[in-house]
């Protein structure tokens, strides 16, 4: 049973990709009350998006125990080890089932339950947090986020009491001051925005042509993760192949670059992307950031997000010397406002994961989303994840844990289990752009 009294606050973090799990570990660290220690023990969800040991040290969070777990085996895992705290770094899928599946342990004294968002909030807003409901804080980057979290679920009469204003856990570095001699530009890539090949090619084509527009600048184009690995998103086209086949090879002054991103910025004198979270990074060290515009400023892009921002830019402006500058009303709704006010921007969190430590047994879950309000959709998302509709394993589930307790089965397992993953990256990557470019034939 989880005490409530003891000097270490016992932790689990469990994320389905490396963005997830930096999320979720650094988010845990903040939220944990004052004056006490964490024991942070990592799991991470077996799936298409289970981050690589590369992937993994890049991302800069660590754990004091870290191990791949199925969504069921979590649950058991929850049912035979004491934690005090809870954070689900999922999409809203797996959010959901986790919810239902540890209402399901019917735990004596149950753990606090936490979960939000990696980043920009710019598609499916309603879907994404209902799925989140139930949580006992739903965490939001920013006043704006704050604000459409309580609208949306005042709005289908659940509960938004557990929508807490906090901000992105990996916001810091030092502030942007320009270093004499450097002139260093970046183009922080996303693994499916834009989603198309002819689209990707153009932003690349632009990118070599600055760099060749301007020789003693160097140009840099930052990649989330390399050939067969993949993120949060399916990376369909990757840039590394796309870069492989540039008319005239590329200048000198470009080069493709891995590595934790903060550490990327320190050396960054102008942000370019279309739509991701490092431009959020950018803008609280106030880096000058551009927001592109070439594709169009549009919702599947998620480069709407940034109306108002100051930030929207095309590459012929950027590359004739543009440089935009933020709005720092906008920069402060957005919670990246460099004016000092991160250091507490997760005071109010730390403070209602206290209090529901330190206070009475906590109430049984109670998602949105029931077998009475959406029988239609809520057994179908479940059993994606093994579980039946009341919150408990399937039969399948079971089955397929009992079966792995050999060591030789397991060995098996991980290795059919290789296979399929690299069979599913390459038929991604390969083979349905092929299938998709003979159907327009």
């Given amino acids: 049973m989880p005490s409530r009294t003891n000097e270490a606050v016992r932790v689990a973090v469990l994320a389905d990709s490396d963005t997830r799990w930096k999320w979720g570990a650094l988010t845990a660290r903040r939220i944990a009350p004052e004056g006490r220690s964490t024991e942070l023990s990592g799991y991470l969800l077996r799936g298409r998006a289970t981050p690589t040991a590369r992937q993994l040290a ?47 342990l019917n735990l004596e004294v149950r753990p606090v339950i936490v979960t939000g968002y990696v980043g920009v909030v710019y598609e499916k807003l309603s879907d994404g947090l209902l799925l989140r409901h139930g949580a006992d804080v739903v965490l939001a980057n920013s006043r704006y986020d704050g604000q459409r979290f309580r609208a949306v679920y005042e709005g289908v009469g659940a509960d938004a009491s557990s929508v807490t204003e906090a901000a992105l856990p990996f916001l810091g570095g030092e502030r942007y001051v320009p270093e004499e001699g450097r002139d260093t530009v970046v183009f922080a890539a996303q ?5 198309n090949r002819a689209d990707r090619a153009y932003l690349l084509k632009r990118l070599v042509e600055h760099a060749r527009l301007h020789p003693r600048r160097e140009v840099l184009l ?30 000198p002054n470009f080069k493709l670059v891995y590595g934790n991103m903060g550490e990327v910025l320190d050396r960054t004198d102008l942000l370019v992307t279309v ?69 507490s921007s997760f005071d109010t969190a730390r403070g209602r994961v206290a ?39 399937l039969p399948s589930a079971a089955k397929a844990a009992a079966g792995g307790n050999g060591g030789v089965r397991r060995v098996v397992r991980e290795a059919v289990r290789g296979a399929a993953r690299g069979a599913y990256r390459h038929g991604v990557q390969r083979v349905a752009p092929v299938i998709r470019r003979m159907g327009d034939l």
């Fill in 58 to 104: 890049e991302v800069g969070a660590d754990a004091d125990a870290l191990r791949e777990v199925t969504g069921t085996a979590f649950l058991q895992t929850l049912r035979e080890k004491e934690y005090d705290l809870v954070v689900l770094a999922l999409v809203g899928g797996a959010v959901q089932a986790m919810l239902h599946g540890i209402a399901a």
């Fill in 191 to 195: 693994p499916s925005v834009p989603a």
């Fill in 355 to 393: 209090k529901l430590l330190d206070g009475p047994v906590l109430p049984p879950l109670n998602p949105y989303y029931t077998v009475t309000t959406a029988p239609g959709y809520l057994p179908g998302l479940l059993a994606r994840y093994h579980l039946a509709a009341d919150g408990t394993p």
């Fill in 275 to 343: 739509s991701s979270t490092a431009a959020l990074e950018a803008l609280h060290r106030r880096i000058p950031t551009a927001i592109l515009t070439d594709l169009g400023v549009r919702e599947p892009l998620g480069n709407h997000h940034f109306i108002g921002s100051g930030c929207l830019a095309s590459w012929d402006e950027l590359d004739s010397g543009g440089r935009p500058r933020a709005d720092a009303v906008w920069a402060d709704r957005q919670g990246v406002a460099a004016d000092g006010s991160y250091s």
């Fill in 222 to 251: 930052k990649l989330r993760s390399k050939i067969g690995e993949h993120t949060t998103h399916v990376e369909e086209f990757p840039y590394q192949r796309l870069a492989e086949k540039v008319t005239g090879g590329l200048p």
